[in-house]
């Protein structure tokens, strides 16, 4: 069976590859923030927002490739706001100086598609506490992890020097990664894209 990751995001990549499932990278061609902005409009919650970006991406390379296709996405929400992906350092010291000492949620949503239509979607929403770290240690943060600052909502990546800013993570890693993998692989082992 075919396993098509409709995703740019190199961290997914990364944690396919590392569980070492054999897929295609197909990046969906998809109006991203315009998505973002109507689905705002429309006073969908972030985890809506979430389940509808990984169902346009996924059902967008499902229309034109046959196989199981996995389209993904994560939004973080603090007290009802979302927080994209910063534009520049100035955002993202904006974004660190907003969640420092506070607890945030990453929903992260996928879902499969085959044959243009969705047949497996999962959400999980991991909380995560940043540490009331110094605005000295900002500066150093963002000097140091420098345009990989800028690849992530929040500002940071956990897998790296991300994990500095934490106190507690309370939740599955792979979906504070981007990919809630466990239940993901459950979903293809039992259609046999995956050994049992």
């Not at 969640?99 to 499969?112: I, N, P």
Request: hydrophobic share 50%; with cysteine.
């Amino acid at each position: 069976m075919n396993l098509v990751l409709a995703s740019g995001s190199a961290i997914r990549r990364q944690v396919l590859a590392a569980a070492g499932l054999d897929f295609e990278v197909e990046v969906a061609r998809v109006d991203e923030e315009g998505a973002k902005a109507s689905l705002r409009a429309e006073g969908l919650k972030p985890r809506e927002q979430a389940d509808a970006l990984a169902e346009l991406k996924a059902l967008a390379v499902s229309r034109k490739r046959p196989g199981f296709i996995i389209g993904a996405d994560q939004m973080l929400a603090i007290e009802g706001e979302t927080l994209d992906k910063p534009k520049d350092m100035a955002e993202a010291r904006a974004h660190l100086m907003r969640l420092r000492g506070r607890t945030h949620e990453l929903l992260c949503a996928a879902v499969v598609a085959r044959e243009g239509a969705i047949i497996w979607r999962h959400i999980e929403t991991p909380r995560l506490r940043m540490r009331a770290f110094t605005d000295a240690f900002i500066d150093e943060y963002l000097a140091r992890a420098g345009a990989d600052a800028l690849k992530s909502v929040g500002a940071y990546q956990l897998e790296g020097l991300g994990a500095q800013l934490f106190e507690r993570v309370d939740g599955d890693y792979f979906s504070v990664l981007g990919l809630p993998l466990l239940p993901l692989l459950a979903f293809l082992r039992e259609h046999g894209v995956v050994a049992k």
